[in-house]
């Protein structure tokens, strides 16, 4: 993957973003470097990136599972 693959991928993950937020430099570079990671080890079918992928499923399902536990005691609470 080349880098103007990467900096494509980052360009139009900006596109479709609708906030409008300011980031330092050394945040930039952090954040492309994780996009860039990301999308080679996606490319290269990575077992980790599979794995990833897996417990991020399980993480939702799991938050999904609590916010429905106690979303009525969390509303009646802020209510007051």
């Known amino acids: 993957m080349t880098i103007q693959e990467c900096l494509d991928i ?32 996606r490319k290269k079918n990575d077992p980790m990136y599979k794995r990833m992928l897996y417990h991020k499923k399980q993480y939702l399902k799991l938050r999904d599972a609590l916010h429905r536990r106690y979303a009525s005691k969390v509303r009646q609470r802020a209510r007051r």
Request: glycine share 4%.
């Open 10 to 41: 980052i360009q139009e993950a900006k596109k479709t973003s609708r906030r409008v937020v300011t980031y330092s430099r050394k945040t930039k570079i952090r954040r492309a470097t994780g996009q860039m990671s990301t999308a080679l080890a």
